[in-house]
């Protein structure tokens, strides 16, 4: 909405209350929000309280320029709490990481490795410690096809898409038995 | 109660604050006086995990001024139900029930259970509704007083509130979230609200039922799904090496024959096609013993131990954070000193990925032998999936954009894991891969969107559409749970979450239709399960299939038509007539009459009394937390007889009464800052309005500490001692139990050695223990000491 539409700032009949000349200064004139300029403006939910908040991610150029909550959804109404609010930082942010960081044993540092390579070598290790600590019956002779030497935990800022796929391929594919996430928290 | 929704879940208590200018009244029982309070009609103050002895006043009350929803309680309740002669009460008994072990501290239920009769007049001394009275009956205003803190006229205002508002007409709703579940009776204090609730009649109503304020995004889908241990998708108990040797013994013991649950079989057998596919046939029990077998306790709290033990070689962390977000933050992080390797997920580096370097405990790197990886992921709106939020609501979120160079979708690594695993054992032939090789893994789409830089990212819809189940024969998807079968015909991942993704193309969970003339708003996402937005609402409607009242009705027999219908999809099978018989024989809901309503239960009715399902006691008893300063004023048992102590030297838990720890400390979050901080304070907005770790102590603790608003203090328990500032505030006062005083601490546990404001972390101070049912820690009543300094 432009500002002159708004009727405030010097043209609506509250404007001429005002002393002249305006009180209202070029760059007040010059603001305009953050999305003005989006290409598209895409559905989602909030990341934090379990409220379901829906969001709208505005974009342009491939790039996300805010995120503002959803006026169309019947829980918030376009509404948002702090936190909310705050979820452009949360993605667009100098201090997220954007590279695989690799500490070796005993080292003191993080070393950039790339993507493809921290996959294999996870696989392998899951396997290694997997094939060192599998249990297949116990001492009394029941079937139990288990590890408890490797353990997952989280989930519950994830979707269930990604928690069906921890439960699926660690307890139904590898047989670890801790599998967990905050709701235990 | 239990909750500070104002600060907590700030959008959602925008409703009951309209509600509130409606003419609503809202009561906030809380240790604390927080936005909540200050937003609320009446504020009662409550000592920290003496919620038990308030509700069983409510409870009390209701009962002795005959307050209670007769034509309610009588139909929909197990009120009438004769238990087992056998059955020894916890007010016969010192605070324990028949059929306590001390040896084991553990209870064997059979003494519980339904003796087989009801006595509608309820006068027989061994019905329900009788043991409930006499139980309750010490649970007196004046006992309310001495046990909670909580002055005698403030309770009698709320028992007179809830009860006026409760009945034909009205229903008051009961809102609860970690300040319940992080003690070591939580899932007792919820069942106290149940039966309060089944007394007013406040259950399967509009406005009504007792919500859970979850604290995560999915955390209900975690939970539904679930990534816990004891349970497979759709609350499925996870098969024990002691008892479920078979698939078709896990069947029989696992199924109820009475109720919904009696369809279990075909539950797990579908889940079985779905990931096994082909290789799940009846000769091999559909692959059941490729799950692996629980051998005890294997939840969060237990398996750190373990892995400070060393007993734990490799973790994987998905978005979570136990260095400083787990109970007894300390031992989490020796705990991963031992490990072989970690990996960690997130999207910044968080307390857990860097505690080789960066822990307080000032380790050197170069004695630490942890391999760790931190492997980036896409954050909100570069990628797509599910979300189930606190209401059983699914809703999808799209993908607005690829996420930056080397981040990816937690989903992509999960995909593209399983398939290196799979790679690397595809020549075994040893029968325990065979489980991994025969999972059903095909989830990239059919052709990569061209918009997205990022090729090879899964299809998360392909993923919901096995959790929604298909049939095995054609492939095609459900309508719903009602189609699944034992006999291997057809495939479901989670089967509460059949219907959302009922045909291609149809995901459910992504309709965002508003209802103008509907407040259920039934075409907004989609609720589990069936779309059902309240559950058990033919409680809604009356035995005779007729709402209440006008002004509360929500789903009713329509006679002419044959069938239930209303604003949301009633949640009772859709032709059976209200007059409807319970048939004597048979199984599920035959054994249920039309007036029923409670379809998941054995005998349909809602529990007052829990013959089992719980194995600390069919009541809720009020015990003293674990560390308590004082003695439990109404048993002689102190605490729960059956919660998990973890006696180990690096876990020490203060005696009750112990003079070096005289005061409570309870935890909390606050609005601008979000659980162990990874996910806020990285973020400059809401670090710079909430920038500092603090203490919350009343102004009588600090005169007689000699302790000034902004002066460090550091507060200690056996296990570790912390410093942060004190902010002397009113909103923490003093209890008085049985005349003593009880000063009280509020501490919250956003803070960490990470981010761009860092602080003392309260976990550190949080023992590890256990409750009974859901082996959650506790946390919102410790003891602790406090002094006016620093740590050195």
Redesign the interface.
Known sequence: MAIEQAGGLGLGPLGRLGMSPQPVSRESIEKKPRIRDAE?A??????????????L?Y?KD???ID?EGNP?????EG??????A??Y???V?P??????????????R?EDR??EW??????????E?RD???V?R?PGG???????????????????????????????????????????? | MGSNMAE?????F?WPMKAREKGATIIHVDPRFTRTSASANLYVPIRSGSDIAFLGGLINYVLTHDKWFKEYVLAYTNASTIVSDGYVDAEDNGGLFSGYDPQSSTYDNASWAYAGQRDETLRDPRCVFQILKRHYARYTPEMVERVCGSPKDLFLQVAEVLTKNSGRERTSAICYAVGWT?LSYGAQIIRAAGILQLLLGNIGRPGGGIMA?????????????????DM??GYLP?PA??KD?TLEKYNRESGVRGGYWSNLPKFMVSLLKA??GDAATEANEYGY???????GD??????SA??ADG??????????N?AN???HAGLQRKALTEL??L?A?????TET?AF??AAPEGWK????????????TA?????E???????R??????????P????????W??????R??KD??RDSTD??DQ??LN?TWD?LPDRPDPEWRITDEPS?EK??M??NGYTVADHQQLPDYERLKDDGSTAC??WI?SGVFPAPGQNMARR?N?SPDNYV?PE?GFAWPGNRRILYNRASADPAGKPWSERKKYVWWDAAAGSWTGIDVPDFPAKKAPDTPAKGQGTGLDLHSGSDPFTLKADGRGWLFAPSGLKDGPLPTHYEPLESPVSNALYKRQDSPVAQRFPRKDNAISAPGDPRYPYVVTTYRV??Q??SGA??R?????SE?MPEMFAEISPELATEKGIENLDWVVVSTPRNQIECKALVTRRMRPFRHNGKVIHEIGLPYHWGYQG?VKGAMANDLVALSEEPN????EDKALTCNLRKGRLR
């Open positions: 598209k895409v559905p989602s939910v909030c990341p934090y309280c379990a409220v379901g908040c829906s969001q991610v974009v491939k790039r996300i995120i169309a959804s019947p829980i918030n509404t948002l709490c702090p936190k909310g705050a979820t930082q949360y993605v942010n201090n997220r990481v954007t590279t695989v960081r690799y500490r070796a044993p005993h080292s003191d993080w790339p993507l921290a996959m294999d070598r996870i696989a392998t290790l899951i396997k410690t060192a600590t599998f297949e116990t029941k079937l139990v096809n288990q590890t408890t030497a490797i353990a997952t935990l989280g989930g519950a800022t994830m979707d269930i898409e990604e928690n069906y796929l921890i439960k699926k391929l660690f307890s139904g594919g590898l047989g670890l038995v801790s599998i967990e996430n905050q709701a235990r928290i | 907590n879940h700030p959008v959602g925008r992080q304020l979850r604290g995560h995004a999915s955390i209900q889908g975690s939970t539904d799904v679930p990534t816990l241990f497979l998708p996870h090496a002691f040797d990931w096994y013993q490729w799950i692996p077998k629980l051998t294997h939840s969060h709290v237990s398996t373990a892995m007993k734990v070689k490799g973790f994987i962390v998905f978005g979570q136990p977000g787990s109970p072989d390797w990996v997920l997130d999207l910044y580096e990925a080789w370097y790197p170069a004695d630490i032998k942890t391999e760790v990886f931190l492997l980036p954050g909100p709106g570069e990628k999936g599910t979300f189930t939020n606190t209401q609501l699914l809703q999808y979120h799209d993908k607005a954009v690829d930056p160079a080397d981040t990816r979708s937690d989903l690594f999960l995909y593209h894991l399983g290196r695993l690397l054992y029968p325990r489980g991994l999972l989830y998360a993923v919901l096995e959790v991942g989670v979450y965002r508003r708003n907004w609005t601008e979000y659980t996910m806020s990285w973020n400059s907005w809401l309005l761009l859901v082996f959650i820690q």
